[in-house]
Structure formats: C-alpha cells, structure tokens
C-alpha cells in the first residue's frame, strides 16, 4: 500500500515527516511525502493574535479531507486539543525532550539577566513563566522556524530566545549559550517533544498501518495532557502548562495555570498510577476549575 503523508515544508517537520516515513518503510509500504504551505508559515503577527498554532494544522486538514493525503504528521503541541470529530490522532511517536531552553546571546544566567532584558518568545506559555520568575525581563514577540528565530537572536533586540529542546535535538543544533529550564520553572505545553500522526477516523486500512507504530503509553500520557488544556477551554497558545511523566511505573503530573502577564497562578504535582491516570486527570481538571483556572487565562 502506498501512504501519502502531509507535512509543512520547515526542516523540522520535513525532519518529523521522514521518521515516520522511516517507520512505515519498514512495516512494507511505500511512502510519499506531500509538503504544503500552512497559513500559519505565510502569516505575519503574533501567532496568539492571529489564530494559534492551529493556523500550521488547517492546511494539512483540508488536504485530508480533499483526498489529497492519506495522514498528517505534526509536532503535536500545535494540533488543537479539541479536533473536529472528522479527525482521530492515529498514532504518537515516542517523547523526544519536552523541555524548554534559553538560547542567549553570551553566558549571563537566566535569573541574573539585568533590567530591560529581551526575551523573544510568542508563546504567553513561556512568557507567563519567564515573568513570574523575572520581573526584570521584557518580552518580545519572535515568529519563524528555529533557523528564522536563531538568525533574529543575532540580528535584531533580543538577548535570548525560548526554543523547544526537541526542536534543537532533532535537527542537530548546537548552541554556543544556552540554558535549559527546570521543570518547576519552566512546565512545558501539553504534548510538547511528541510528534502526532493524525488522519481520517474512517480511514480503516490508515489507522491499521498508524495502530503499528503507535505507543501506547506515550498516547496515554498525550491524550491525558490535551484533556487537561481541552477541559480548561484553552488552546495551545493560552498559559497552561501540563506535564504527564512515566517513570517507575509512575505518572508524575505536573500542571500550572497563570494569568498573562505571570503574576497569578495556579499549580499542582501528583503521582498516580497509569491505570487511574484519566481519573487522576479529572480530579485535576475539577480542582482547577474550582480554583478559577478558567477565568485566569482570559
């Protein structure tokens, strides 16, 4: 069978795209990659302002639903939690890191970064952190792809820049100054270092082929992350931080609700095991509405 599988043409996703390509090859099936255009890679302005990360999915939507692809593969923080029921994630690749890192201009610490600091970064995830932990920075919106935004580093007002470790893993970069965020500073997106595989949830032989090279675990893990930003009516680009971590047959949870500008919050850690994970994720879900979560990411 020969599989036609969507993806941007940013070398990150080409990079994403031709793994999974990889592991299908070796199921036995032929495969061609289809690169398109996203709206979200030609349009200008903050992603928060001019529709989400789900402006980068749309595309690769339409063609599904044209018959043009057979799946799509994204890196799944940008595909929104709540997908039109025409859609199914078929299968979740294995974690890659789901850190954060500082890529700086010299080797100043995050934490002793002087007044007026520039931090570019369009994600208010990142910014909502960066500012309750530093109250000297300032923020600044940065769009393009990891290259676009390193180049920007150098060129323009920034004294760093927040970038996915995965991103930087997957495509080799190294970094002369960098500084990788702790976990109780810096709690990454939901399904942040996974790539997703999304198709037709009729696409009967598809999600055959899909089912092969799932993890089940890492689907689990994925599923219960965007269940946590879905029930809180969030979206990818809204400051909601939600980590599940399998250790030691152990769900760590990590999760953090803030206000925009980073000055209220919302936090939680829990343990639970991975059978009672959906009911662990509920009980946390309720504990935040209760809190106010909702009405703080406005």
């Known amino acids: 069978m020969k599989i036609r ?3 941007r043409k940013s070398k990150l996703a080409l990079f994403q795209a031709n793994f999974v390509k990889t592991q299908i090859n070796l199921l036995g099936h032929e495969v061609e990659l289809v690169p398109i ?10 992603l928060h302002k001019i529709g989400g990360k789900g402006l980068f999915v749309s595309a690769l939507e339409d063609a599904l639903l044209k018959g043009e692809i057979d799946c799509a ?6 595909v929104p939690a709540k997908m039109n029921d025409k859609f199914i994630l078929g299968a979740v690749i294995q974690r890659e890191s789901y ?3 500082l890529v700086k201009k010299n080797d100043t610490l995050f934490h002793e970064m002087p007044f007026g600091s520039v931090i570019g970064t369009s994600s208010p995830r990142r910014a909502a952190q960066i500012l309750s ?7 600044s919106p940065i769009r393009g792809n ?3 935004r390193l180049n920007k580093l150098q060129d323009e007002n920034f004294d760093a820049i927040v970038v996915a470790d995965a991103a930087l893993k997957r495509l080799n970069i190294k970094c002369e100054f960098s500084e990788k965020f702790e976990l109780k500073d810096m709690i990454p997106a939901a399904s942040q ?3 997703g595989i999304q198709c037709l949830n009729n696409s009967g032989d598809i999600n055959k082929v899909l089912s092969l090279i799932n993890s089940e675990i890492d689907m689990l893990l994925a599923n219960a992350e965007r269940s946590f930003v879905e029930a809180l009516d969030g979206s990818c680009i809204s400051p909601i931080c939600i980590l599940c971590e399998y250790k030691n047959n152990t769900v760590n949870i990590f999760s953090r609700v803030l206000s925009v500008d980073g000055q209220k919050e919302i936090t939680s850690e829990a343990q639970v095991d991975l059978l009672n994970l959906n009911a662990e994720m509920e009980r ?4 935040f509405i209760s809190k106010g979560a909702k009405s703080l990411i406005l």
């Open 73 to 78: 593969v994204h890196s799944l923080k940008d």
């Open 99 to 101: 850190a954060d890192i």
């Open 133 to 139: 932990l530093n109250k000297n920075i300032s923020i």
């Open 284 to 287: 946390l879900i309720d504990k």
């Open 193 to 195: 270092g996974y790539i």
């Open 37 to 46: 255009v996203s709206e979200g890679d030609i349009t200008e302005g903050p």
């Open 5 to 7: 599988i969507g993806t």
């Open 146 to 148: 990891i290259a676009t």
